[in-house]
């Protein structure tokens, strides 16, 4: 049975990357003629929740560009105000095991493509960015943050652990201690503040000059061979990824096992009850 | 042979762990009823050396916090001037051979469930803090530092090599450029340098002022759900944890072959001659 | 035939080592008769090329000091203006098979020597110091660089992608995050730049004053038993150099792969022709 399972969703994977095999309405990938470097807008209405279908077009897309051989990739949102509220918890919230398991598969294939992905990349972080919006960002290789929003992996204060490979991706870049102190608070960071301890490199005052700016920074590779900056890119990496992918078969089982738990699929109701009340999605 | 020793060492823990299974005159353990934060304080005169009995002590009262559902616990020394001299070294001096291994397993026991424990720990650090000392404190989640005291791990200046994990301990803190500068110099750091390459978080003119930003920053964790909080403690500090108990036999065994060196037994003999020259303990 | 090939080699190892057994015109080792400490010189001109003789003089050298017990070791280059221009492009231009073997492990047993020598190491970065020039200063314990000159990990610029070990090194001493940024980018810092990444220690106006400053850092160690200290610095710097140790055949194969491919060979004849046109050799 666990075999049928397993061919089940590959062909349920293969489904859904042919349905989103280009460039879907969830998000855009425009070239700029000029430089050469693609911006990525993730459309995805309120908030940019990563269901399973944004998942699957952000994956699209960074494979897209590198098809079209951007220079590089600028991932930011459509509507100022909110980079991605993070994981949609609608994938959670009484799933189909099915879906669910492709839906974290997804996660991990997208976070496998954008942190190693060949070219450069930049998030241009135009509103909040927590939890998953937060890791997105984290996995550029640079960020510009608009003030008077906030990042961070705030997993804890959801009651939710954050997986390793989150925490690696933090420890990576903010290092061992202030990723504690982060993760355990489950600390939402002003611009500032993010500035300050390294979680973003630059602060911009509007989306068109964290574009500039993110243009600046592409520049900076002009004289660059490509292949060699990918390699050594991956070289960096490149521990990161291998490990996750040795422990994503676990990752997955552990977030089904968590998921799957009764008090959390109560908590998860009471949660999207009070988001109803509120008037939001 | 090695079988009736193993035997007889594990009848020997079971006896102390009996004997110092409730909080002794060591250390004492006050829950504050208003914030539920435990006050963990070491009091064995004249410098809280770590003996085989202090550390047990330290390890049942940690254990204690867990049982009486502590939301924190503050580690500090009883009396200003010194926080912990660090290790004993009347147990390495010509040590009968069980209870060596005894005090050294009760170091790796109690560092392991410190560095591990459930709940936010916080070092009030009311005075020196050397080798040992030291450890105890970076193994908290934050620290509270007196002015004109002195912290690190100066094992090297006392002919000592710190054991990987607590190097390992160490990196995470501060990093491995600041951590290799310390430990090949044995250096002490005076408590604004230790804030300033992050071995220390705040600095306290005084015990009190240091136990009201202990629990500053326990409230921080006042909407966090414990368990999550603590599931993500173990994720980031987990790695570090297993690579020591996969590791705790060899270290045993190393340590038990340096002080059984007689030349290191011949510089002990003279180190505490001179502290009893000194008129010191 | 692979058995043969690497008998020949170590033939060719044994040669080479006995051929630079004793310190060699290429570098030159002065024991200071006050302080214990020796000055290791580097002086291949125009620009410190690493060639295999270079590299074997550098390992004796390293060797010698330890032989003669000197207190510490001072690297530097003869002449102002280059500290040294890293590995000679020479070697890997239409390589002899066997040579071009012994260079690159030559090159590895270098850096085990280096990186995890017993006695304290000071680089006096008297001048450039690009590419494997940066990885024999960031090496050394500690570094004083002169003002106005660049030092860096330039290789992907030349589009050579820098070992794993290099990285690894330049990841210890500035961390995760700004070795992706300097790496990605081939970046040269300028020595103030260096300075606030901690890429360097200390900045000099001369050579001398670099000196001096070079003793002032050994003198830190004048307590200090010599064995314990080598101990603990091979405890914080063992797992990156044994990882290295590892890998080390594959490290190989993966140089000579690079190096064997007729485009790689393409561009460094057209490299070198270039560098013949400037009149520089």
């Known amino acids: 049975m666990a075999l049928r399972n397993l061919r089940r969703l590959q062909q349920l994977n293969i489904a859904y990357f042919k349905q989103y095999s280009s460039v879907s309405k969830l998000v855009s990938l425009t070239v700029d ?3 050469g470097v693609s911006v990525l807008s993730l ?21 897209e560009a590198e098809k ?3 220079r590089g990739v600028i991932l930011t949102s459509q509507k100022d105000g909110v980079f991605s509220a993070g994981l949609d918890i609608m994938e959670m919230y009484k799933p189909d095991q099915d879906r669910i398991k492709t839906f974290w598969t997804t996660l991990q294939d997208c976070w496998i493509k954008l942190y190693g992905c060949l070219y450069p990349t930049v998030a241009v972080i135009n509103g909040h960015s927590p939890a998953g919006g937060c890791l997105l960002a984290m996995s550029c290789e640079y960020r510009i943050m608009q003030t008077n929003y906030t990042i961070g ?9 954050a997986p390793p490979w989150f925490i690696s991706t933090m420890k990576n870049l903010i290092g061992h ?20 301890i390294g979680l973003v490199d630059e602060i911009m005052h ?16 002009a004289k660059i061979s490509p292949i060699t900056r990918s ?11 291998q490990d996750m992918i040795k422990n994503r078969q676990a990752d997955l089982e552990h977030f089904l096992q968590f998921t799957n738990n009764p008090q959390v699929q109560q908590s ?3 949660y999207l009850e009070m988001l109803k009340k509120k008037g939001g999605k």
């Open 153 to 161: 992996l705030n997993e804890t204060l959801l009651g939710i652990v």
């Open 177 to 196: 201690r202030e990723s504690e102190l982060a993760l355990t608070q489950g600390k939402l960071f002003t611009s500032d503040e993010a500035l300050k």
């Open 68 to 70: 079209n051989k951007s």
């Open 206 to 221: 509007s989306k068109d000059e964290g574009i500039k700016k993110a243009n600046a920074f592409m520049a900076k590779f």
């Open 268 to 270: 998860l109701g009471m």
């Open 231 to 241: 390699l050594t890119k991956q070289s960096v990496r490149g521990p990161t990824i």
């Open 33 to 35: 003629d000029k430089t």
């Open 43 to 63: 459309q995805r209405p309120p908030v940019n929740s990563l269901n399973l279908e944004l998942l699957s077009d952000i994956h699209n897309a960074l494979t």
